[in-house]
């Protein structure tokens, strides 16, 4: 079943056409990716999924909802939430401060309680670092943060701008073994990552987006064998 239906996709920046018409669909229950260049237009998307940005044309079917009118909050009340790229945490806010944002479309007390619970639990270094201040904290604590406070909102799907940006090796493994685990639980994730050998590995759909158009299309496992993917974005890291 189709959570999420992108069709003919377009964003403009003035004169410049961002997305060009782009289409794909987010399973239920799936990690989709999203890989590319800088400027292919993977955070636009995100963008315009989120009502963050105004579409020039186009659809956007969230759980057989037209989505597009929507403007964010409205976004996140229907159910998507996104981790940002760069994390975005409130430097200056706890960590426990940080989590109750991330409900606050939500007014149920102890449900929110209990969330948070779950996430300290999901994440016992945040626990750790309860009434410390989000600036303070690693980049992997960081972003473990930026999950858990999307993770307040209850979303039905989770999108990820770049969780692995700017972290070490040892982190990044964390970081996507979340993702993993994320997905086990029955959450739908829609991954925008440049580590493309890391994303595809752990995507059951994936999509390469160019200057504006989606010009491949797989299963990750399929994108990750195919030679064009490995020159292009693999590298050295390609096995």
Do not use: H
Not at 47 to 57: E, H
Not at 128 to 152: D, F, H, P, Y
Not at 169 to 180: A, C, G, K, N
Not at 200 to 207: H, N
Request: glycine share 10%; net charge neutral; proline share 3%.
């Amino acid at each position: 079943m189709s959570m999420l239906k992108v069709k003919d996709l377009k964003v403009n920046y003035g004169g410049i056409e961002a997305l060009k018409g782009i289409s794909f669909d987010v399973e239920q229950g799936q990690i989709v990716t999203l890989i590319g260049a800088n400027g292919a237009g993977k955070s636009t998307t995100l963008r315009a999924i989120s009502g963050l940005v105004k579409t020039a044309s186009g659809a956007i079917n969230f759980l057989g909802r037209d989505i597009i009118p929507f403007n964010a909050q409205q976004v996140v009340a229907e159910g998507i939430a996104m981790v940002p790229e760069g994390r975005r945490v409130f430097d200056n806010l706890t960590v426990l401060e940080n989590l109750k944002i991330g409900a606050y479309l939500r007014s149920d007390k102890e449900e929110i309680q209990a969330g948070i619970e779950d996430i300290f639990q999901r994440f016992p270094r945040l626990k750790e670092r309860e009434w410390q201040l989000a600036g303070t904290l690693s980049g992997g604590e960081q972003q473990m943060l930026a999950v858990g406070r999307a993770m307040m909102a209850r979303p039905k799907l989770l999108m990820m701008d770049e969780p692995s940006l700017g972290l070490a090796p040892l982190v990044v493994r964390d970081i996507f073994s979340i993702i993993r685990d994320l997905k086990s639980e029955g959450i739908t994730i829609l991954l925008i990552e440049q580590n493309a050998n890391a994303a595809l590995r752990c995507a059951d759909q994936a999509y390469v987006l160019e200057t504006g158009r989606i010009t491949m299309s797989g299963t990750g496992e399929a994108l990750l064998a195919d030679q064009r993917v490995r020159d292009a974005y693999l590298g050295s890291t390609a096995r």
